[in-house]
């Protein structure tokens, strides 16, 4: 019978059908006889008023099952050695059917608590399923035992696949250690974890994600079980990377045109400049030493342009390399803002990928003018070493140092330029304040990353 047809009737019917019952049962316990008990089958009307109706009626049907237990018993010729042990026996059949009216309310009052879970987990199932970001929740092993279909896209796995899987397998072998390290980490310390990496899939594309994992704890025993999301940034990452590139394409540009047609063209005004100073000279006219400081002040704008296209397209990157390019960047800085600056190299180091050369130029520019700028340091020391594959390069300066109370949204576009950088490159960029005082700026990168399969760390601040 469907139990929806029987809610849907009157008050009035339900009570009756109640009632109905009772008398029934009532009836079949008179036929027995005393010596059968029909004790059970009172609950049946009780339970059916509790499930349909009202608390009136439910107090009612306990009132009414007394009442027919009663005549029922004593019509059926049960003996009796005293009228209050028939009162007795009455009262404790009531108590009975009340304890079963509130057993049963009880009962009715879990079993929809469990359908309204089971009704919001349907629907969080189906909100999971078309989120465009995938989620996944893993046990305390990490073994994943729920995926949506966005986290399956993400990782390039079937659901029967992911199931049972740890949720750091589809990470990049060159990401998962960090990432799981982080995350057992933050589950000792009952926090979550925001992080930036890549997933491998199976025909070999990489996707970048940005993603959020928090254990889920219990006060007992601590973390029981991972919850996560991830969204793929790799669309993200490659307009950062074009924007970036474009930028750098244009500051190429524009230092070529400062170097072959401005520097140029100061240049033979200067040596205009200077054959009049000669001229004057040899007629011994007194103007002579006027020209003479026009002639230095364009000699001097000559070098200062041909500084400034330097700095925007670095000649010697591409002809030399990132080593030969630092040297005379450290160089060209003493020089320019009057700080000791030299760079620290005691190996070879080739760097093959034109762009990740670029990038790491461009980021030791960046850490230069902010320690001269904002540090006021006097002292600052490039170094660049290789370790295996990976490559570090490293800017330490003797300036005030990074605010120790620096929030991310007081977070500078130079630095922020610095991380898109390094993501970029596959690298990670790490900003501290050494215990000496300062400012240290690293960035590392593993040299056989192809660019468009690098990871994309996340970057950190230490202070």
């Given at each position: 019978m469907n139990l929806d047809l029987l809610r849907k009737q009157p008050r009035w019917a339900i009570d009756l059908e109640a009632l109905l019952m009772v008398c029934v049962i009532g009836y079949t316990d008179y036929s027995a006889g005393y010596d059968v008990s029909m004790f059970a089958f009172y609950s049946l009307p009780i339970l059916y008023t509790v499930w349909f109706s009202g608390r009136a009626s439910r107090f009612?049907?306990?009132?009414?099952?007394?009442?027919?237990?009663?005549?029922?018993?004593?019509?059926?010729?049960?003996?009796?050695?005293?009228?209050?042990?028939?009162?007795?026996?009455?009262?404790?059949?009531?108590?009975?059917?009340?304890a079963a009216m509130v057993g049963g309310e009880a009962i009715k009052n879990q079993i929809e608590r469990s359908h309204q879970r089971v009704v919001a987990l349907e629907r969080f199932h189906i909100l999971a399923q078309i989120s465009p970001v995938g989620i996944f929740r893993a046990d305390a092993e990490g073994a994943c035992i729920f995926v949506n279909q966005r986290w399956c896209k993400i990782t390039g796995l079937g659901e029967e696949g992911a199931l049972g899987c740890r949720w750091t397998d589809a990470l990049h072998p060159d990401d998962k250690d960090r990432i799981a390290a982080d995350a057992a980490r933050a589950a000792r310390e009952k926090r979550s974890i925001e992080f930036d990496g890549r997933f491998l899939r199976a025909d070999g594309s990489v996707a970048w994600a940005h993603g959020c994992v928090a254990p889920e704890l219990d006060r007992e025993t601590g973390a029981h079980g991972y919850v996560g999301a991830v969204m793929d940034v790799s669309e993200h990452r490659r307009l950062e990377c074009e924007i970036l590139e474009s930028g750098e394409r244009e500051q190429q540009r524009i230092g070529q045109d400062l170097h072959d047609d401005l520097c140029q063209f100061l240049a033979a005004?200067?040596?205009?400049?200077?054959?009049?100073?000669?001229?004057?000279?040899?007629?011994?006219?007194?103007?002579?030493?006027?020209?003479?400081?026009?002639?230095?002040?364009?000699?001097?704008?000559?070098?200062?342009?041909?500084?400034?296209?330097?700095?925007?397209?670095p000649v010697q990157l591409e002809q030399g390399g990132l080593v030969s390019a630092l040297y005379e960047f450290a160089a060209n800085s003493s020089r320019a803002f009057d700080v000791d600056c030299v760079l620290r190299c005691d190996q070879p180091i080739n760097i093959p990928d034109r762009s990740a050369s670029s990038h790491l130029y461009r980021i030791a520019q960046e850490a230069l003018h902010n320690a001269v700028r904002h540090g006021r340091a006097r002292q600052v020391i490039l170094s660049l070493f290789q370790e295996n594959d990976w490559i570090t390069l490293t800017v330490e300066?003797?300036?005030?140092?990074?605010?120790?109370?620096?929030?991310?949204?007081?977070?500078?576009?130079?630095?922020?330029?610095?991380?898109?950088?390094?993501?970029?490159?596959?690298?990670?960029?790490?900003?501290?304040?050494?215990?000496?005082?300062?400012?240290?700026?690293?960035?590392?990168?593993?040299?056989?990353?192809?660019?468009?399969?690098?990871?994309a760390p996340s970057s950190t601040m230490a202070l």
């Open positions: 009612g049907a306990c009132v009414a099952c007394t009442i027919s237990w009663a005549i029922a018993d004593i019509s059926a010729g049960h003996p009796y050695a005293d009228v209050w042990i028939y009162v007795w026996n009455t009262m404790v059949q009531f108590s009975v059917f009340v005004i200067q040596y205009t400049a200077a054959s009049l100073v000669t001229d004057l000279q040899r007629n011994a006219v007194p103007e002579a030493v006027e020209a003479r400081d026009v002639s230095d002040l364009l000699k001097e704008a000559v070098q200062r342009t041909r500084n400034l296209a330097r700095g925007i397209f300066d003797n300036g005030v140092g990074i605010p120790a109370d620096l929030r991310e949204n007081q977070r500078g576009m130079g630095l922020r330029i610095m991380e898109y950088r390094s993501h970029m490159i596959g690298g990670s960029l790490k900003i501290e304040r050494p215990p000496h005082g300062g400012t240290l700026v690293a960035c590392s990168f593993h040299k056989q990353s192809r660019p468009a399969a690098r990871k």
